[in-house]
């Protein structure tokens, strides 16, 4: 049994015929505006039933992956990624928007808690200090992209948690406390495969990789304000690292 087959025995009967679907689609088997083998055939390829398959092409589909056509079949379609550019200045809402994109987000959990060792040291605290740690989920077109937590120094800014439930920016809860600009300090990038939890949260599988990417923000003094990691879906979104000159 080869790795596609071993992963594809771990999932539901659905999920392994979106699986079997998304991989003939990264491996070129099926290219875009290629029509779709017929439902027998995947029940075939894939060992599944007639229902798991209409559920694989439905969630597919919603995702922009396919394109069903009344009278004419199902289509692949393929969904350019999310240029997301990564410079001092980055905001999340301006990126998406600038490309004709809407951003949401959903908020997951929010609490007060010791900043661990890394967190610590990137917001120049002792460890063990109160800070948030606010968990959300990123949309772009209401797809989920991204999972970020972040944490920031509960005596600096002590309303941000509740306030980032509500959904308010953090842009607009820095500046409420003085802060009118701030830039990214650093960042760094990673690759690895999601947790399970993360995978459930993104709506993808757990076999797609995920990119992780590490931030510390600054205010204009270069004092540390914010550090997070956020996780996106590699498959949706791809980087750009922007030079800034004086």
């Not at 679907?21 to 007639?50: K, N």
């Not at 289509?75 to 200045?89: D, E, N």
């Not at 500046?175 to 960042?187: A, N």
Request: net charge neutral.
């Amino acid at each position: 049994m080869n790795f596609v087959e071993r992963a594809m025995a771990k999932s539901g009967n659905w999920e392994r015929a979106r699986e079997w679907i998304t991989r003939s689609i990264e491996s070129q088997a099926l290219a875009e505006g290629d029509r779709l083998p017929t439902e027998g055939d995947i029940q075939r390829l894939a060992g599944v039933g007639r229902h798991s398959v209409r559920r694989a092409v439905a969630t597919l589909a919603a995702e922009g992956v396919l394109s069903v056509e009344q009278g004419r079949g199902t289509f692949v379609r393929a969904k350019p990624p999310i240029l997301y550019r990564i410079g001092a200045r980055t905001r999340y809402r301006e990126n998406l928007i600038a490309q004709g994109i809407v951003p949401s987000g959903d908020p997951i959990a929010a609490e007060i808690v010791p900043a661990p060792h890394e967190v610590a040291r990137a917001l120049a605290l002792e460890p063990g200090t109160s800070v948030h740690r606010v968990l959300r989920r990123g949309r772009a077109d209401g797809r989920p992209i991204s999972l970020s937590r972040a944490y920031h120094d509960a005596s600096r800014f002590p309303d941000l948690g509740a306030r980032r439930q509500a959904g308010v920016s953090v842009t607009e809860i820095y500046r409420d406390h003085g802060i009118g600009e701030y830039h990214r300090l650093e960042t760094s990038l990673y690759a690895r495969l999601p947790e399970g939890w993360e995978a459930r949260e993104l709506e993808q599988s757990a076999d797609q990789p995920v990119i992780v990417m590490c931030k510390t923000d600054v205010d204009e003094a270069r004092r540390p304000i914010g550090f997070s990691e956020a996780i996106w879906s590699a498959g949706r979104v791809r980087f750009s690292l922007e030079t800034e000159h004086d």
